[in-house]
């Protein structure tokens, strides 16, 4: 089974704090995904990456960034934490779009809930 | 650009009841199309998918069928349980998009026994 793994389940951060969400994912995927989840919002896409050390903005990318050193990692990073970015993050990964097979499946991870004080 | 709406919640049910969640989508392309699920306090899985046109994806008694003629997707159960409470998500990707998935906003469903 793919397993996508995201390290932090609950987590609590001050204002101005720099956060750090993980993600790895056991399938060699190409593709890596992160989104936010909000009532009433559904899921927005902040960033992804179709490769290694390459990353595109998703719909609401501001206050975040992203790394992918490797390629069955991908990093949200919250360069200063701000209330609003209260949310689920969730991460995902797919394989690559080149196949031609856009009707792969896009999987996901547990989630990870960030509450900014 | 890709856009998915499906019917807003909360839908409440008694065990056993019919389940209808409606989506329609407009898309660049050729969609595949996906229902994916959340249970409570955990993430996202993949409940059934359709490639293409006519196609009808069918999981855990759940089905959906392909409809370009009407852009639509909509899910259904014809006899559900109290386990089948969550949040329902439908999705679609297309080469032309990339291959994101779009999302509605979700349909929180409530079975009551």
């Known amino acids: 089974d793919v397993k996508v793994t995201q390290s932090s389940r609950y987590l609590v951060k001050r204002t101005g704090e720099k956060v750090f969400l993980e993600c790895v994912q056991d399938m060699d995927h190409e593709n890596m995904f992160w989104y936010r989840q909000d009532p009433g919002l559904g899921l927005r896409l902040i960033y992804f990456?179709?490769?290694?050390?390459?990353?595109e903005k998703g719909d609401i990318p501001e206050g975040y960034s992203v790394s992918r050193e490797k390629k069955e990692r991908f990093s949200l990073i919250l360069e200063s934490a701000s209330t609003n970015q209260t949310s689920m993050y969730l991460c995902?990964?797919?394989?690559?779009?080149?196949?031609?097979?856009?009707?792969?499946?896009?999987?996901f991870g547990e989630g990870s809930w960030l509450t900014v004080v | 650009g890709n856009s998915v709406t499906q019917m807003e919640g909360p839908v409440t049910l008694s065990e056993e009841a019919f389940l209808t969640i409606n989506c329609t989508y407009t898309?660049?392309?050729?969609?595949?199309l996906f229902w994916y699920v959340q249970y409570p306090g955990e993430g996202l899985q993949l409940l059934l998918k359709a490639t293409k046109a006519d196609d009808k994806g069918s999981n855990k008694g759940f089905e959906a069928t392909y409809r370009k003629e009407t852009t639509s997707f909509h899910l259904e159960k014809g006899s559900v349980q109290v386990s089948d409470s969550a949040v329902y998500f439908c999705?679609?990707?297309?080469?032309?998009?990339?291959?994101?998935?779009?999302f509605g906003g979700g349909t929180r469903v409530l079975v009551k026994p």
């Open positions: 995902a990964s797919s394989l690559t779009a080149g196949t031609g097979l856009s009707g792969n499946t896009i999987y």
């Open positions: 898309a660049t392309g050729y969609p595949s």
């Open positions: 999705a679609l990707t297309s080469r032309a998009a990339g291959n994101k998935l779009t």
């Open positions: 990456s179709y490769d290694v050390k390459m990353k």
